[in-house]
């Protein structure tokens, strides 16, 4: 049996766990690539262990050699550094961007094809950053950002209501960061919007939960931030990216119009496939959340001017 090839650019703690669970589901093959010497090694190893136990199909490779990667179907962009005491949200901006830079020149190269994913955060900056430098059309490079917020939005939603994680639909827009749009009345329990079943301050409540989602982990952690749901956010859209299903999911794409909004990277509704991005779903939304996704956007432009990445 041969298995689509997705290649991992960072073995830390997303991308590790992003590897464990594409071969525990049986998506691909894996490479794994760290500037790190040894650790992508060690892990790969450590996961072909695991498919003795696991028996599952696909195999990974750890490596430091970007020709490894060649071929790629999808390349997963995880490489960054953790934001560190007294390292300024510019300061990490700018430490990001040079690793996102010189990444994907070199996964480019050797898979000028692939779809990309980029993870790494500040993610709508980078993503964008990822889509000019490398000339690449924006139908091939979109960012995870909406899946995870979302997800964290229905867990807020489930722990209020108590209803089995199986009925709620959530949805969370705008940028990945203090600037997200949850969106309450796209957000359902068993098909009723959360805005006809809650209080206004208890929905006031679940957005600000879910908004800072990643910071009450973090917090929790004390070293490092979430890891298991953004891997296995990874992996919801790995999965549509590899079928011709067009499942739509709230992913981390260029607008160029839709909601008003241009030249900006932030999460919307969108189907993908295996060609990449496709129609972004316009909802019908009403004044204020037309605002709110515009003002999500101008935090996001600001950003990409600082780094002069507009025309
Ligand atoms: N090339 C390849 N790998 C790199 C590079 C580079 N130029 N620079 C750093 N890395 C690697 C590091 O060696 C490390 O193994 O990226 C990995 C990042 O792993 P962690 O520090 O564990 O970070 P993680 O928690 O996995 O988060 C990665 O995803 O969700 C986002 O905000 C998060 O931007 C962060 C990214």
């Not at 028996?55 to 934001?83: C, E, K, M, Q």
């Amino acid at each position: 049996m041969s298995y689509p090839k997705v290649t991992v650019v960072g073995a830390g703690q997303v991308g590790a766990t992003a590897a464990e669970l594409l071969l525990l589901h049986e998506l691909a093959d894996v490479v794994l690539i760290d500037i790190a010497e040894g650790l992508p090694q060690g892990k790969a190893l450590d996961l072909m262990h695991t498919r003795s136990v696991e028996r599952f199909g696909p195999t990974i490779a750890g490596t430091n050699d970007y020709a490894d990667t060649a071929g790629s179907d999808i390349v997963v962009v995880t490489a960054g550094l953790p934001r560190k005491p007294g390292m300024t949200r510019d300061d990490l901006l700018a430490a990001n961007s040079d690793i996102v830079r010189s990444v994907m020149f070199q996964v480019v190269e050797h898979s000028p094809e692939a779809i990309f994913l980029l993870v790494t955060n500040p993610l709508d900056v980078m993503v964008y950053l990822a889509h000019k430098e490398s000339g690449l059309p924006s139908k091939r490079v979109i960012g995870m950002g909406g899946v995870l917020d979302s997800a964290r939005f229905a867990f807020a939603v489930a722990e209020k209501t108590g209803a089995p994680i199986a009925e709620i639909e959530a949805l969370a827009c705008g940028a990945h960061g203090d600037a997200m749009v949850p969106m309450p009345r796209f957000t359902t329990v068993g098909g009723t919007p959360i805005t006809e079943m809650l209080s206004e301050e208890d929905v006031a409540a679940l957005v600000e939960r879910t908004t800072f989602g990643g910071a009450e982990v973090v917090a929790l952690l004390k070293t490092g931030s979430a890891f298991y749901a953004p891997a296995a956010s990874i992996v919801r859209m790995v999965r549509a990216l590899l079928s011709d299903e067009g499942d739509v999911v709230p992913a981390c794409v260029l607008l160029s119009g839709e909601y008003g909004i241009e030249d900006v990277y932030m999460s919307v509704p969108v189907a993908i496939d295996r060609t990449g991005v496709g129609a972004v779903v316009e909802l019908d939304v009403n004044a204020e959340e037309l605002a709110a996704l515009r003002a999500s956007a101008a935090t996001i432009a600001e950003a990409l001017d600082s780094l002069n990445l507009r025309d």
